[in-house]
Each structure stands twice: as structure tokens, then as C-alpha cells.
């Protein structure tokens, strides 16, 4: 059971780049998220989604897109790279009963905008 | 607005001391979770411990335990004989029963178990 794994570990962008990145989870989870986590802070939310196809935005979405066609997959994208975007991100996943509201996290990835 | 405040930057003891970490947080809300994660130096957060607010009794977990205080929104983590895996980034965070199921989370305290 591989949880939530996300891809790349590392990537170092120029200004102005686009990228994706990926979170899949295979715990059948029907809630996903991306969260950022600046040098010395704790996590930030940038979008969530509560099941396929429906997505809203966090606490600092403005840069991001974000798209859940499959209960797996949720992809960051990043258009227009910028340096305030260096961060780590994770992706997490949770699955919503009265009972579980556990969030997994993945390893997250460390992006460096240059 | 939800906030949650760690108020020790970085903490160390030595291996096998008790250590404290303290948390606040201000909410209006009535019904909430409150959270303690790990981050070891691999980045992977780890869930230690959780609180329902409804429930007076502390959560413990092994060498992990709570002293929650709803009056006072204090949320501390007691770590017992504290061992060297236990040297990791530790965040306190609060999920709403009403919000759209994110979690506030504080800055974070650096915990260093010394040999």
C-alpha cells in the first residue's frame, strides 16, 4: 500500500516556467489536498478537492490550478513560475466520516524558482 | 479568523527527559480536532496524536500525551522518555468541524533529543 505518493522530489524552475506536480493516493480517499510550507512555517493550503471533479481554493491559491478528473489524482499546476513559489509542497488525502479525519501526507516536493 | 500559535521556536533535552510543548489557539467554534504532527528531516508528517474538543479526557498514545485545556484553548504535547527518533519539527494544528475540512496550522517548534 503505497498511501499518497507525489513526484518529483525536487525541481528547480526558471521564472516564468510552467510545471506540474503530481499526488496520487490509492486509499480510495475521496478528499485531497495541497498544502505549501515556507522555510520556518507551518503548511498552507493552496486548493482541496472533496471528490471527483470538484476543487475549491485555500488559503493562498493565486499561481496554482488544480484539477481531480479520478478519486487518485489531484495535480498542482504552476503557471508563470515566480521566486515567491519556492517552497515545499505536499499533498495529502483524507477520508471524510464522523469517525476519520486523518490526513495523510505525501513526501512532499521541494521547488526552487530561480 | 482561526489561529494557532507556537510559541517555543526550537526546545532540547536530553534522551529520556520529559519535554513540553505548548500550543494556543483562538476559535469561536464550539466543535473541533486539534492535531500534533511530526516532520522528521525526511519532510513526511506524521500524525502523533489527536483531540476531539467534545472529549474532556486526554488523548495519549504510548509516550505521547495531551493536557487540553478547552477554557484556556491550550493544546500542549507531552513527550516521555524522549528518544533520539524524536527529533523532528513538531506542529500543532486545529481542523473546524464546520470548515471545509482544512487544517490552521502554527509555525512549529524544532525539538532536539541531545545523547
Known amino acids: 500500500n503505497a498511501g499518497v505518493t507525489q513526484t518529483p522530489k525536487f525541481r528547480i524552475l526558471k521564472i516564468g516556467q510552467s510545471m506540474t506536480l503530481q499526488c496520487t493516493q490509492d486509499m480510495n480517499h475521496n478528499y485531497m489536498y495541497w498544502y505549501r510550507q515556507d522555510p520556518g512555517m507551518g503548511l498552507k493550503l493552496i486548493y482541496y478537492s472533496v471528490g471527483a471533479g470538484i476543487t475549491d481554493k485555500g488559503e493562498v491559491p493565486n499561481g496554482y490550478n488544480v484539477s481531480r478528473s479520478t478519486t487518485e489524482d489531484f495535480p498542482l499546476r504552476l503557471e508563470l513560475a515566480a521566486p515567491s513559489q519556492t517552497s515545499v509542497y505536499f499533498c495529502a488525502s483524507s477520508l471524510w466520516t464522523e469517525s476519520s479525519y486523518e490526513q495523510y501526507f505525501g513526501p512532499g516536493t521541494r521547488l526552487t524558482v530561480t | 479568523a482561526q489561529t494557532v500559535t507556537q510559541s517555543q521556536p526550537e526546545m532540547s533535552v536530553q534522551e529520556a527527559e520529559t519535554v513540553t510543548l505548548s500550543c494556543t489557539y483562538d476559535t469561536s467554534e464550539n466543535n473541533y480536532y486539534l492535531f500534533w504532527y511530526k516532520q522528521p528531516p525526511s519532510r513526511q508528517m506524521i500524525l502523533v496524536i489527536r483531540?476531539?474538543?467534545?472529549k474532556q479526557q486526554n488523548a495519549t498514545e504510548n509516550r505521547f500525551s495531551v493536557n487540553f485545556q478547552k477554557a484556556a484553548k491550550s493544546f500542549s504535547l507531552k513527550i516521555s522518555d524522549s528518544q533520539l527518533g524524536d527529533t523532528a519539527m513538531y506542529f500543532c494544528a486545529i481542523r473546524l468541524m464546520d470548515s471545509n475540512y482544512q487544517l490552521i496550522w502554527g509555525a512549529g517548534t524544532k525539538l532536539i533529543i541531545k545523547p
Open positions: 483531540q476531539e474538543a467534545y
